[in-house]
């Protein structure tokens, strides 16, 4: 796997993880935190609890479908890009029309709440 291909999975792993961490297992949160999130490798993960790469791998890939199959049941990453696609799109739109948001609380602070 490219470094960059890399570089997306962990990424994409670590939004899945920010929308679905409390409903993984506690061993399933911990490895993908120490993986992902601390970079540590499987050796190192494998040091720690006494267990095999192997086994490390397996929960972590595991821990990863569990992950991807929450959000092909609930879309909350999707959506929560959707919206962020479509604030970007009302900011370049409203700029368009001369409409600066930073002059306008009323419009920043919408902007705000949806963002969150």
Known sequence: MSQENRLEK???INLL???YELLLTE???TF???YFHDDFS???IAAEFEIS???VYEHIKRAEQVLENYESKLGLLEKHERRNRNLEDLQNALERAGVSIDNNQQINDIVHQLRE
């Open 53 to 55: 790469r192997q086994a």
């Open 42 to 44: 499987l050796g190192e």
């Open 32 to 34: 993908l935190k120490y």
């Open 17 to 19: 993880f920010a929308f």
């Open 10 to 12: 962990t990424n994409r």
């Open 27 to 29: 061993k399933q949160q």
